[in-house]
């Protein structure tokens, strides 16, 4: 259970003041750990410090809104930036509302099936059941994976 990462291009330019996501089935005391992180243009892999990261509670179900970020992710329009997340616990029964892997596009070369599209990496490198709130693009345990991509919003000032 590492922290898993996808990339994206901000649509704004401004800062981001809170983050959201949907909880479909609620635990008690589960956290999924979010961040953003700049993209190193050398590899295309996130790098260095989280610009901003946060804990959402998997404590009820519904929208839940996270405010208090540690950090400001001061993003630019156009410019491609990571997101990533993962659960504080290995064995959890909480669950976010995401993406099918099957609807949404590749990030890099995709299998020979379309249906094994890979959409995210992770750092096998990395802390298990803990966000990495700092990455770096010279380890070779990134791994390209076949998940469903949560399904975060922010809020831009």
């Keep these: 259970n590492y922290t898993v990462y996808r990339p994206f291009i901000a649509p704004n ?3 981001i003041t809170d983050v959201s996501m949907w909880v479909n089935t609620a635990d008690s005391g589960q956290v999924v750990e979010f961040g953003i992180w700049a993209n190193d243009d050398d590899t295309g ?3 260095g410090d989280a610009l901003t990261y946060c804990d959402l509670s998997l404590n009820a179900t519904g929208l839940v809104t996270q405010d208090s ?3 400001t992710a001061t993003l ?3 410019t491609q930036y990571w997101f990533g997340y993962v659960s504080d616990a290995a064995d ?3 669950r976010i ?3 099918d892997v099957a609807t949404i596009p590749s990030i890099g070369a995709m299998a020979q099936n379309p249906l094994q599209q890979r959409t995210m990496i992770y750092d096998g490198g990395g802390t298990a059941n803990q966000l990495d ?3 770096t693009t010279t ?3 990134w791994v390209a994976v076949q998940y469903d991509v949560g399904a975060f919003s922010v809020t831009f000032a």
């Design 69 to 71: 970020l540690t950090g």
């Design 139 to 141: 380890t070779s345990a």
């Design 97 to 99: 509302n995401g993406f």
């Design 92 to 94: 959890t029964t909480g």
């Design 133 to 135: 709130t700092t990455v």
């Design 45 to 47: 892999l996130p790098t």
């Design 13 to 15: 330019s401004a800062a």
């Design 76 to 78: 630019v329009r156009g």
